[in-house]
């Protein structure tokens, strides 16, 4: 058992925010400051081209700020710190998410590709104007035929030596660039990624700027421009299609980092296999699952600080007892809809500061990128921003549903918060296939001949020797170790409060699903890999799924360790024990199955979870006060 | 084992059809036919307004077919086809949501109070001129404050004996009708629900007329009027919320079939418990929460349709065998997403009509109305609507990420349909409140003292018996009785798609959780009555779904027995076991810890469900083309 909750008033939220700040808290106390002078413009109830309009002039105002510098290079103006960028995009994201995703259209994905996939000549001539807002850009990489498969999409550039330029070309209806953020109205220069063709041959995806739009605004011959009207949410964001009529552009137009070629139409690369090259392209593009992963985040604290907030003050029905009317967070079914899903945000929370600390180091380090550390990094990005986004788009749908009829209303936030969300768990890749992209990093443990992205890739690699641990040495790690060392007392109900036995619980079923999932791919041959590949599908998911599940929970351990407020810490303990019992509790047939629970501890699992609801009850609004959404964006009239 | 699947082009969807259309079938066919004639405004990209106007354009379409007569006596021009009316809303449904739910306040809630709490001088005055769409009016119940707890509603009619005449006040804000559909821009008159005081004393709520707008629609004296401005959806329905400052109004406002008051203020009622007198008036209102449990139905649907559609169509990732790019609805992966979300919507359909025909029989026949049938009607639409719409929740969601970025455009019909349904799981009933009340009414079986909704309440009655059979002798029954009378044969793995072994699972569930809920609670008394009953409140909205889930079953059991065409009725044989064994394996946890599962079992239930999903595959189409959605109402141009 771990030592008892502190009282109610014991807990200052500063000392919780403190820790949920963490090591980029003096960008997030600048970003709370700054945002509480500015007059913050809900956009409900906005049509589509007020609230587009409305987003650019608030991207201008950000430009204003420089904190869209912070991602890149001192050399060109830039801030240099990549952690930093994240954090400001998470914190863009309590605010009106089409101007978070429209910020991460213009500066993450448009202005890192050029600098991540460009050279010094695309550096200098764009950068600053990039970070400027000088230029607007757009990030055409999806097709209407192919979003997950990226790498058989089908616009071409087709170089011809004659003239040193590409024909960038959109050979078919499918081919059409689509859903392309700053297309439909404000990008004049697109990173288009297609098949690069030179001397008849195909070196497959690369990217290259593409102008769309003249300095009037006019689409330039031979690039047709379409809107893809209006969406679920996030109509601040111009969202738009590209078609390409063999429009030209010089050869300097290809961004050449990872593959170029000479003016005699010679392929040159410092990668030689064609997927290796595709995926180090594409692992560059990391930030974006990120800092989706980080805004989703934002949007479910922001929501369960509304609910919350409603559901103490919301009253309904009488206590025979006292004549009293009842809060409605006394109810332990509303308690069972928001506690779990507080623990599980600032859990994820906790990880999700990890993975934009190992983004920081990796990005920030000179020299060569150590392969290995890199294809971890990808995994967990994917792994979390999977996790993360599902659980954003749950924890709204609960808090919608926790407020009733008041929730359904604009002006309470809750419905742009969710229709601005949910395409989150399908773009910046589709959580399912995010799944599987985990759990094949780790059955073929970062091997070299990394290949291409689809699922079935992973058979290929299964005639290899499975590697029992799958234990990365993370800093979060250390803290477990110690916690296993010491080990639990007892068998009996009270284990399930011992940190260390959750540990082990997590760590045991990972391996077991993981080793299970290897055996049964190991029997792969070409003829029989699909149907055994799929039959295992939803055994693969879940692998991909109990990995994350483990990292999570140990970065929630390793925080609670770095908490210097024994309160503070003590409740942390609590709410962490809640976030592991409601997860084995969801999970709890898998666990009776593989006989890791008796059916008496299982039942015991579902009453912890009813005892810490009702505990942590008094501590819910400190719980999600300490999130710190800047108030201005919890002005909900039902909360008057 | 049941017997083989037919082939997959055995089936004909029309034979399909024919049986979910049902009883109600020929006003099902013409509603499409009529429906083809019509030319469909997507209401998609409109500005509230403009939204608003198409939709009152569309009511005034509709009260020309004649088919909004349908809920009414014959007497004032009514066609007295009570499930027929029904049948009419669920097919509304399959079109815009703001016409269902608007034609639902007109002439459901608005002309159904009228009709049920009135008497002849109300329907002499009103019923044509409502059924005529000439007088458009509110069903003004809920306030800001009161929601679930109806009965302690604060706006009060206070009877001035002088005048004879009735006071309408809202005391606070707390007390005005919120979220009133037609309250906002187009309603005339209002049944509003207030707290009756004659004498000095009140009599509970009751409601009464009145009028809120003048013929120019501006709202008359005393009556303020707000908009509640925009919503998550359903935006073509005006909701707004009303105060009254001391309106006065008529003495033969009062809608007095249950309750009356003379001249002299004196007051009478056919029923004398405040209480039942309540709950009786609530009863009659039974059909909006059937409406919805429909609607909810068709828009699941409508969804599954174009999901499936585009699951066929959309391929991603190249096999790596015959080098064919595959279809996403060939992965197990998102075979699980929509073929158990398919046999579900059949599972609830089933029950939908089972429950619409008893409405019928009880409200057609003459005389008075048995009680206990009543209730049982009550209890099931309450427990009925909860599952339908919340399945119609998940189901959108999962539908929308199936498509990915495409079921994100609003031309692709998901996301409205999310949207406008989002609204159905806590209106017309909280769903939580909504289980609990069918839990409350299996404890206490229909006792005749039934009384207040409060959850609480169910306490006052756990002193009495227990009854343990908790099957009703519904039509539906007498076919599980005959399977189960065969009896399942042997006891391996292949009993899981033994019928009879199927509803002796789902019948032992719910009589071990209900039992095991009774016991709980008969230890209530007046000082620890809350926290007993919250400490349970997770088990009693489980005994309320595994009620509600077994007599789901029983339907889909009875309309397989019905089904002439016998390749059809083999593969709804082979759903149904889809239908199961998913609620089996979502519940398994549960069966293990109460040793109805062996491990083992438990996991042949999860193979069971990905083999069925395969074998489904193929049948994926015809399944959805049955539900006959009409073609103008699934033209997304992803499917194009």
Not at 241 to 249: E, G, I, S
Request: glycine fraction near 8%; proline fraction near 3%.
């Amino acid at each position: 058992m771990t030592s008892s909750l502190p009282t109610a008033t014991e807990v200052d939220p500063a000392a919780l925010t403190e820790l949920l700040d963490g090591r980029w808290a003096k960008i997030r106390r600048e970003i709370r400051e700054q945002v509480a002078d500015t007059k913050f413009r809900e956009p409900y109830g906005l049509d589509v081209e007020t609230h587009r309009a409305q987003v650019l002039d608030q991207l201008r105002e950000l430009a204003a700020t420089g904190r869209p510098r912070l991602g890149f290079p001192r050399e060109y103006g830039g801030g240099e710190d990549i952690g930093g960028s994240i954090t400001s995009f998470e914190m863009l994201a309590f605010g009106d998410l089409s101007l978070m995703v429209k910020a991460g259209v213009q500066w993450g994905l448009f202005g890192g590709a050029v600098q991540l996939l460009g050279t010094r000549r695309h550096h200098e001539e764009y950068l600053r104007r990039i970070m400027e807002l000088d230029l607007l850009g757009c990030f055409a990489m999806t097709e209407t035929g192919h979003g997950s498969d990226v790498q058989n999409l089908r616009t071409t550039a087709t170089y011809d030596a004659g003239t040193r330029e590409f024909v960038v070309h959109t050979p078919d209806e499918s081919a059409r660039k689509d859903y392309i953020g700053n297309a439909a109205r404000d990008g004049r220069l697109a990173v288009v990624f297609a098949q690069l063709v030179t001397g008849g041959e195909s070196r497959g995806v690369h990217a290259l700027l593409v102008p769309i739009r003249d300095d009037e605004g006019r689409p330039v011959p031979g690039v047709r421009i379409e809107d893809c009207g209006p969406k679920a949410g996030l109509n601040g964001v111009d969202n738009g299609r590209l078609y390409f009529d063999h429009v030209r552009v010089p050869r300097t137009a290809l961004l050449n980092r990872y593959g170029d070629v000479a003016e005699d139409g010679t392929y040159g690369s410092p990668i030689e296999s064609d997927n290796r090259r595709f995926f180090t392209m594409l692992g560059t593009l990391v930030r974006g699952r990120i800092s989706v992963a980080g805004s989703a985040g934002s949007a479910a604290k922001r929501a369960l600080t509304i609910a919350t907030r409603y559901a103490e003050r919301r009253r309904q029905f009488f206590r025979p007892d006292t004549g009293e009317e009842i809060a409605v967070l006394d109810y332990l079914a509303h308690q069972r809809k928001l506690l779990p899903a507080i623990a599980r945000t600032y859990a994820l929370h906790f990880a999700q500061e990890e993975l934009v600390a190992s983004l920081h180091e990796i990005q920030s380090a000179s020299g060569e990128v150590d392969e290995r550390r890199q294809r971890e990094l990808e995994s967990r990005a994917a792994g979390l921003k999977a996790l993360s986004t599902w659980h954003t788009t749950r924890t709204i749908q609960t808090a919608r549903e926790a407020c009733g009829g008041a929730g359904y209303l604009a002006e309470n936030i809750l419905p742009s918060l969710k229709a601005d969300t949910d395409v989150f768990t399908t773009f910046e890749g589709d959580n399912t296939v995010l799944l599987q992209l985990v759990a094949r990093g780790l059955l073929t443990q970062y091997r070299d001949d990394f290949s291409d992205m689809s699922p079935l890739a992973t058979l290929r690699f299964l005639a290899e020797q499975f590697v029992d641990s799958v234990i990365e040495r993370t800093s979060a790690r250390k803290v477990v170790d110690r916690i296993l060392e010491a080990g639990p007392g007892r068998d009996d109900d009270s284990v399930l409060f011992d940190r260390a036995w959750q540990c082990r619980v997590f760590e045991d079923r990972e391996e077991h699903v993981l080793s299970g999932v290897a055996r049964r791919l190991r029997r792969a041959t070409a003829e029989n890999a699909f149907d055994l590949f799929n039959d295992a599908q939803d055994h693969v998911l879940l692998a991909g799924r109990v990995h994350v599940e483990r990292l999570v929970l140990e970065a929630f351990v390793a925080a609670i360790d770095r908490c210097a407020d024994p309160a503070a810490k003590r409740l942390l303990e609590r709410l962490c024990d809640l976030y592991v019992l409601s997860e084995i509790e969801a999970d709890r047939a898998w666990f009776a199955e593989h006989g890791r629970l008796t059916s008496t501890r299982s039942k015991a699992v579902a009453a912890a979870v009813n005892q810490l609801c009702q505990e942590l009850r008094p501590h819910a609004r400190t719980l999600v006060d300490a999130f710190a959404v800047p108030e201005q964006f919890l002005e909900a009239p039902m909360l008057r």
